[in-house]
């Protein structure tokens, strides 16, 4: 059964940065796309961004654009995500997933595994 672990959130001011790691068991890691996604109390989650399967090729939400870089080594079977210039919107809980797609402007997942326990990020104003 594919697992999931998302892990390096905290609490930040705003303007300042974290970066997520994601590790990836029981998946053939490379074979897959890999996204981040998010979801903040009270609402919907939703698409970070989304990284090919050779990282060749990368897509953001236009509310992390230029702020926002994902990254992976599959050699280690982990996907990062490295977060800049915060803002308190930013504040939700991070999620990592496999086998993501762009479509329409928004990220999405065909979520064929469980979600992982995802990472809280909190920005400070």
């Known amino acids: 059964q594919v697992q999931v672990a998302e892990s390096g959130g905290g609490l930040v001011q705003a303007g300042g940065s974290l970066n997520l790691s994601c590790t990836a068991s029981e998946l053939t890691f490379d074979n897959y796309d890999m996204g981040w996604f998010r979801q903040a109390p009270g609402k919907e989650r939703e698409g970070v961004s989304c990284?090919?399967?050779?990282?060749?090729?990368?897509y953001y939400a236009d509310f992390v654009k230029g702020r926002f870089t994902i990254s992976r080594d599959n050699a280690k079977n982990t996907l990062y995500l490295q977060m800049n210039s915060l803002k308190p919107e930013d504040t939700a809980m991070y999620y990592c997933a496999a086998d993501c797609a762009l479509s329409g402007g928004v990220i999405y997942t065909i979520g064929f595994h469980d979600w992982g326990q995802g990472t809280q990020v909190t920005v400070s104003s």
């Open positions: 990284i090919s399967w050779r990282g060749g090729m990368a």
